[in-house]
């Protein structure tokens, strides 16, 4: 790795014990384990990217800018990168995982180059590969991958964007012609926000109600032409430019409306369900409701994704204001030694550590993420339960990982001043970029939602045959926690090993296995807090169940975002067990308990009040973290150089080496003008 | 007001009591409040403003943006914008408080505009009012005022921002020609990221270290033209673009540079030290130190004017949120009543309403700080000690106001999905344009680190004559807070007077004034623990004691921060005391109750740690803020509309109504559907 970064001498941050300042991490070794599985397919990317071809440029209007990223996702494609995903046979190397691991690399070159290639082969063209069969793919996916056609994923309406189910969008099977006849029967089922619908797409898959025979069958997707040659819409065909947004302006995201386009009955993609030409509907599935989710299941790879592009974002944000917060001095201390470097500060550091820690845990959480991904779609661990538990931790670490990113890119931004403001300096475009990653492919608290429903189904199997009064004692006793542990919810995590006999962390009981368990518990107990207040809701109307649930929202959210937290200290604890280098596993243990203990001071209210910790026990929570800030500290800038970026990824003036620079060049000028004995002196002190 | 929105019925979301159901707020009567007192000049600027030519254009290149805001500042200078808080011998009006009224309302139209003319006549024009004197405001007031001169605050430099007393810039004085020689010595003393600096500026207001007879006497004003009429710059000085920002696109943000720049001794702004003919520097204020700060001091009206526009750029922020959150559907509850409205969502009011609350909070603040402010500048109250107030005032509620308004405009935008992506609803670049107001105009950790030195002080007066050794016993023993309780703290709130006695919010032992309790109690509690682990710094060396000072760093910034929201939460106490209407007090005092309760439930690991709350207690409050949320929740968009905004302030899109039409379009296709007898059927379900 390259590294231009200067090391300054750190004085008044030695560590609290003396066993830190032998400690250091074994940076390349680190840098393998962050990159995960995939390393080999990173490296490759970030190789690719390294040249400027690829690069985002500030201050383009976005017609400049959507015509730029249209030529560098041609380059991806002529380099082979949009074909990875795909099958052999089709000139693809199909890989699941690696295939989304090169593709979050590309938010290092430009977060619209990511999404743009994420709508064309993402989502469009895996549209055609998951949801379509051989003859679409034989017709088709070449074209897509070569880019040959440029397509729109059309399932988002003006009208309907989380509840997709809801479209109002037909597909009207027509048996005279054998056709589908496409329309959108008002304005608020325009498709809308679609990249590539406002220029570039000559192609869309269109989600729409399918209705044969008087029958609708629910949502099905459909490969519907949109644009000629010559980019002029088909007859029937028409649309809008989204215009600018906050970020992505590379995209060029649009709206499209469809007035009775008819389709050959072929180009249903048909996979979950088609239509013979009678107009006779069959299916494999035969609950549509289980039929509609399996067809977004397949879909699933766009949060997958969002989750490892986030983490990296916060990495190069990260890499950026700690870089400038090791050089970068402001204020003298009053001691003599000059004026003081920013990471210096107590609050600096804790600004900034804790956000490093929180990116190291999502990183492993990540991989294993991408690990169970490549199962699933890669075919060696397809079953109904792993696709199913593949979703869940898609749903629950993508809201974490994104929300992280904004808050890690917005605080680094500040904790560089008006430098951070420039966009040379990346992070203001960065936060631009990703500000929408918490919103689409599954808007956060929709997801959370999600992953909440699911805690309460696992909740509820643990009472499988009890009758529904031994489910309400156990609902609200204190026996219910016995019975749900081990239960079904942790899926990532391995058999716990307690580090506390070896690692040098224990101290205050508030060593690993207590961090975990209090975690844990802290899932567990608001779950069955939820499970307890909802199960009266069968001898509820409808609208008062419903209020019932309303209620609980809230609790049910909270409770399913600490199960994401959970899964990442465990994947983060997994990683460190897997470490043999002593440093790197001493100042890795410090840095997994900083985030640990960062989630349990988060929390801390809640564990006082349901007695999970003492106030002594919890009042040290708090400065156990000012101390791990502090002895991590001298290993802010390994931690964040473990990332890998080279020079060429982070680009940012202000993380160069400028800063301490201009420092030495002033410093030099002061020097030469106290030998020169012509310096002026200071104004004396009034007498008083 | 022009009011456009549709207020639908809002089924599932009747409050808890039954008086809620009476109550409403006199929607008028709380916009005069808001508006506070200088209403008339806050009118006639958003009058003005309904004016497309000052509205932001999306899109536009940031060249071409800023040759817009020039040309809506020179609009601003016509109509008499500029000249407001300048004396009336030069045109101007002489209203301190007015001017930076009309001057926050810019912030509706384009943040740009507000900060370019913010440069022109609160920065330059004002370095020149405030700091020069009579000879200096002859020569130049009315070309400022009039743009004329266009002009650059030329104060930060690239290596030194937040500390201004060790910039690098120098002005030597020569008294051969009588002339002061401004010159950059090395790279970090560019000045940097100054408005009007790029292109427009003709002249600068430079700070540099005065020199006279190799005599540094610190860092004072100077007036120096920069650029001939045709823009090209004068010999000797230099400078470069800023380029692209994160955001205030239409500000020419740039470097200047100087190499030995002459300009004639009277060019130094010599309000508070003179430097005669012969090189004799004199001064009305014979301390260095105190005559920085003063000199500083006199510029505090940038930070004031930061948190009134933060609050109403946060009211923009909700206006927009939470009139499509009452309209927009998504998810049918099931209980056959259709899809529901999103603000009756638990969640979805969970994440507005508080934040709501916060903006009305800041809003009655703020007005008491811009009366402060108008004591001062307009010499009805102009004392040290009022200054001092002020300053401390402006730098507690800066920073919590404009870090509140980056979290606002990020959970609108977010609680509006997509939508809230696209430009043209707004969220997006007023949060882009508002980022750098946590950073400008003093950095938001520096100014609540002023605020604790004065907290500490303050807490220190209360021990004068006391020995060591019982300030240390004070310092540390629980009669600290009896000590304490009724310092100089508190300037803003009046007399309490409980309301427990009518109003109805009177519950769980958690009304108004067990609230100001414990809000008073946090920031005493806090600052004497602060003081007490401070109290040996004295013995220590200077390193040791700047140790033991940044360890408690974070605390004291968190102490700064409560006093800040003790300010904020009696200034909204006081407002509410004013109200005769009983609908609207009884309203807004929920919604008081709702600020106070926030505050509380954010730092309620505090309270239980410190035992000021108990667990019963403190179980409450969320719930409590739970069931506000519920009861606010039909009054929400009276109270978004109580800002006053009309249609052309707000020009949000998805806030104008059309998210409400397009449903009932989609409503009426349905309902045709249904009755011409075609609807499709639902598919059957499959037998089990």
């Known amino acids: 790795m390259v590294d231009t970064v200067v090391r300054p001498a750190q004085p008044g941050s030695r560590p609290v014990a003396a066993e830190a300042d032998d ?34 440029i500030d201050g383009l209007s976005h017609h400049a800018h959507r015509e730029r990223v249209l030529e560098q996702t041609q380059l991806l494609a002529d380099a082979g990168a949009g074909a990875r995903a795909y099958p052999t046979e089709y000139g693809g190397r199909n890989t699941n995982g690696g295939n989304l691991a090169g593709f979050e690399e590309l938010v290092l070159a430009d977060p619209s180059l990511q999404i743009k290639s994420g709508v064309q082969w993402g989502l469009f063209g895996s549209a055609v590969l998951q949801l379509g069969t051989k003859k679409h793919h034989d017709r ?14 059309a399932m988002t309406e ?124 069959s299916s494999p599935i035969a609950s549509p409701g289980r039929r509609f989710f399996t067809m977004l299941g397949a879909l699933v790879q766009g949060r997958v994704s969002l989750d490892g592009s986030a983490t990296w974002a916060s990495g190069l944000a990260l890499k950026i204001a700690v870089t400038y917060g090791n050089q970068r001095r402001q204020f003298d201390s009053g001691t003599g030694t000059g004026e003081t470097v920013l990471l210096d500060y107590a609050k600096h550091r804790r600004r900034l550590l804790p956000l490093l820690a929180t990116t190291y845990a999502q990183a492993f959480a990540h991989d294993e993420l991408l690990v169970k991904f490549d199962g699933v779609f890669g075919g060696t661990a397809d079953t109904d339960e792993s696709r199913e538990d593949l979703e869940t931790l898609a749903a629950a670490l993508k809201p974490l990982s994104t929300w992280h990113a904004l808050a890690t890119i917005q605080e680094c931004r500040e904790a560089c001043g008006g430098a951070g403001y420039m966009a040379e300096n990346r992070l203001v475009t960065l936060h631009q970029d990703l500000d929408v990653y918490v919103t689409f492919e599954g808007d956060n608290n929709v997801l959370l939602q999600l992953v909440g429903k699911r805690l309460l189904s696992d909740y509820g199997k643990q009472f499988t045959g009890k009758d529904a009064r031994a489910l309400a004692a156990y609902a609200v006793g204190e026996t219910a926690d016995k019975i749900f542990h081990g239960a079904g919810l942790r899926r990532l995590g391995q058999a716990f ?44 109307s409808p609208a008062q169940a419903a209020e019932l649930f309303n209620e609980n929202q809230v609790a049910l959210l909270e409770a399913a975002r600490a199960h994401g937290e959970l899964l990442q200290w465990e994947a983060f604890t997994d990683a460190v067990e897997r470490v043999e280098d002593e440093g790197t596993r001493q100042v890795l243990t410090w840095l997994r308990d900083l985030f640990g203990l960062g989630l349990i001071e988060k929390h801390l209210a809640w564990y006082l009040l349901n007695g999970r910790l003492s106030t002594q026990r919890a009042a040290a929570v708090s400065s156990y973290i000012d101390r791990l800030c502090a002895r991590l500290r001298p290993h802010a800038q390994d931690l964040v150089d473990a990332f890998g970026f080279e020079p060429e990824h982070v680009r940012a003036p202000i993380a160069s080496g400028q800063e301490q620079a201009r420092q030495e060049e002033a410093a030099a000028y002061y020097a030469a003008l106290r030998a020169s004995g012509e310096a002026p002196v200071k104004e004396k002190k009034p007498a008083r």
Chains 1, 2 share one sequence.
Request: aromatic fraction near 8%.
């Open 497 to 540: 090993a307690d580090l506390g006999s070896t690692a040098r962390s224990v101290e205050l009981g508030l060593r690993a296995h207590d961090q975990q368990e209090l975690l844990t518990d802290r899932v567990q107990r608001m779950t069955a807090d939820v499970a307890g207040r909802l199960r009266l809701a069968s001898r509820l």
């Open 23 to 56: 400690a250091r991490i074994d940076i390349p070794a680190v840098t393998r384990m962050l990159l995960g599985t995939w390393a080999d397919i990173r490296l490759e990317a970030r190789e690719m990217i390294k040249d400027s071809a690829f690069w985002r």
């Open 158 to 281: 003006s009208g309907h964007g989380s509840d997709v189910q809801s479209i109002g969008t037909t597909a009207t099977y027509d048996p005279e012609t054998e056709e589908f006849v496409i329309h959108t029967p008002f304005r608020g089922a325009w498709k809308d926000y679609l990249g590539n619908a406002a220029v570039h797409g000559k192609a869309a898959t269109v989600f729409a109600q399918l209705i044969s025979k008087g029958v609708n069958y629910g949502v099905h997707c459909f490969f519907v032409p949109i644009r000629d040659d010559n980019g002029v819409f088909l007859p029937g065909v028409g649309g809008e430019d989204d215009g600018v947004k906050g970020g992505l302006n590379g995209v060029d995201n649009g709206r499209l409306h469809f007035d009775h386009v008819r389709v050959p009955r072929e180009n249903l993609l048909n996979r979950y369900g088609d239509v013979a030409p009678d107009g006779t509907y």
């Open 140 to 153: 088709w996916l070449r074209d897509i991958m070569s880019l040959k056609i440029p397509g729109a994923f």
